[in-house]
């Protein structure tokens, strides 16, 4: 069994090369009976799970064929694609999962999630998720023509580039503090959303953050079950 974690792709029509990194990927993987877990901002934008375009239907097809052989994927949804749901994920089997879930590799308590909420000293980011997480403001926003969610995600992508360029890298970076908390009941915490890829040592436990999706490379993070008791974890890179 092998275990694949994966953050930050930005997937879009307007780069096909990183789609082609992904569906290489699945390829790649598709025989080794993997179960993926995408850990947020799979997509660089969502609009909702009605939307559908050719270049979307290719990789729902890939997924297709990639559950077809035994293998699972599971997603953590992330600041850029918190509005993709289940009805999505129907179309390959895939599950949805809670913003912060847990995950048991043989005798390895693992917790997973996006890494925006560890993020706490970005006081306006937070204050901004909190809103427009709202499950009252999401489902209007649903109820919304496409053509509007199309205008109000780029109107929120290009708020957001701005207001990265004047924030420091560390209140854009995790807070100690909230590390720490995370880990309290597990031994192993896996998060995406930085862009900083590495393996962060807290005491006598591990801070994994998989890497954001570039032009020729990724840094995805493999943890093979080997015989239901040694358990192998590798961040390594991904070219595509």
Known sequence: MTYLFI??????????RLVR???????HYKTQHT??????DWFNAWIGDDYSAPWLDEIVHALQDFYALGNQVYFVVGNRDFALGQKFLNQFHGILLQE??????NQLHIRLEHGD?????????QRFRKVIRNPLVLGLLKKTPLSFRQKLANGFRQKSQQANQVKSYDVMDVNQHAVEHALANVDVLIHGHTHRPAIHHVADKQRIVLGDWRAHEAQILEISNQNNHNTRLKLSRWCY
Not at 7 to 13: E, F, G, Y
Not at 35 to 40: A, D, F, K, R
Not at 117 to 125: I, N, P, Q, R, W
């Open 7 to 16: 953050a930050d792709l930005h997937l879009s029509p307007e780069h096909p």
């Open 21 to 27: 990194g992904f569906l290489d990927l699945l390829e």
């Open 35 to 40: 179960q993926l877990y995408i850990l947020g």
């Open 100 to 105: 912060v879930s847990n995950l048991k590799i």
């Open 117 to 125: 909420l560890l993020c706490t000293d970005d006081v306006s980011y």
